[in-house]
């Protein structure tokens, strides 16, 4: 049965459509006039409503704040020549979102009821889709505890909220990584596989360091050894080596992308072989000095298909080739494109019409 949302309306009497620059939208300072709030209470969600962007009252000892339940989602909607307006596989990330959710001892959202959600407040504020080449309107939906509480224990109450807002290229340029030896993004039994606040708090003070080195990303490896690739910043890592794709399986480590999936479906359905494996930093750096490596790429929503530049490991900088020059990566590039901004048909059923 699916069940249909209902959602209380107040508009805003201000919009800032007009004073928004569109030239100028750098990842997640612009948001809309619109956000959508509900409450977990009483062990059932509640009060569904559409509001005017801004603060949300809160008390100082919300468990969220104070023991880190909280967790996000990331997706983006994209508008077509002839108006029509699409989400990229909310599905996916509705059932991400519940994954996060049961790992944080948070309540579980039913999954038609995250995507009428997220699908209204773009509805509301389908104005605000840019539609230059390469934006979207981000959508950040995410949940967090509000018990004024200060014990260790779940909350009983807790707020989902969605945000949304227009951007544009998250990367400009092909990027120069690092592979972290030290810090550790998530360990076996950890959360990694989740959106959890709290995994992003710990990545960045690395990041700020390889920052500080001249770098633009990380690349993490496994807890144990340092020996394995796991992902990249907040996005997947993925290699074309010896003319297949590899990438590290998506298991508790990792953050099953919905980028990552979409991907791999193409590879497939491309007739290239795909292994979703333990990918070791031994042979991506014998790949890069032998020329066998001819694709690296970060893949995820906000980063969209991100070109590695360069790796650098244990003081050593390996150069790839001219990402202009890859066939596998311009490839998937585009035909994302094409079916995100509907240009070509949506075989795969991935557009999920608002
Ligand atoms: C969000 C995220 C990704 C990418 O996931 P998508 O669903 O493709 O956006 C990958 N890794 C991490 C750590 C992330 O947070």
Not at 109 to 137: G, M
Request: aromatic share 12%.
């Amino acid at each position: 049965m699916t069940e249909t949302l209902d959602i209380k309306l107040t508009k805003t009497s201000q919009s800032r459509l007009e004073q928004t620059d569109f030239d100028n939208l750098p990842f997640g300072r612009t948001f809309s006039d619109h956000m959508l709030v509900a409450d977990y209470i009483d062990g059932e969600w509640k009060n569904f409503e559409i509001v005017p962007y801004g603060p949300i009252a809160i008390s100082p000892a919300i468990s969220a704040l104070h023991y880190g339940q909280a967790f996000f989602e990331g997706i983006k909607a994209y508008k077509h020549a002839d108006g029509t307006v699409t989400i990229f596989r909310p599905d996916k990330n509705a059932i991400r979102f519940n994954k996060s959710a049961e790992r944080l001892c948070m309540p579980t959202l039913p999954q038609e009821i995250f995507v009428q959600s997220i699908a209204a407040v773009v509805d509301i504020d389908r104005e605000w889709i840019p539609t230059k080449e390469n934006h979207a309107l981000y959508i950040r939906p995410f949940m967090f505890a509000t018990d004024p509480y200060l014990g260790v224990t779940p909350s009983a109450t807790y707020k989902f909220v969605v945000l949304v807002g227009p951007v544009g290229p998250y990367f400009s340029k092909a990027l120069r990584v690092k592979i972290e030896t030290h810090y550790t993004r998530a360990a076996e039994g950890g959360m990694g596989f989740a959106k959890a606040a709290g995994n992003y708090g710990s990545s960045m003070l690395p990041a700020r360091k390889a920052a500080e080195e001249g770098f633009d990303q990380l690349i993490w490896t496994d807890a144990k050894e340092h020996a394995f690739i796991e992902e990249m910043g907040a996005a997947n890592a993925m290699f074309l080596l010896d003319g297949k794709l590899i990438t590290a399986e998506a298991k508790d480590t990792i953050l099953d992308g919905v980028t990552r999936d979409t991907v791999i479906a193409l590879a497939k359905e491309w007739g290239i072989t795909v292994e979703e494996r333990k990918v070791s930093v031994a042979e991506i750096i014998e790949g890069a000095k032998n020329g066998k490596l001819t694709d690296a790429f970060g893949a995820g929503t906000a980063a969209t298909i991100a070109p590695v530049g360069s790796i650098s490991y244990n003081g050593e900088e390996y150069f790839l080739s001219d990402p202009e020059t890859r066939a596998f990566s311009k490839r998937v590039f585009n035909t994302l494109d094409a079916i995100k901004y509907g240009t070509t048909p949506d075989t795969h059923g991935w557009n999920y019409v608002v």
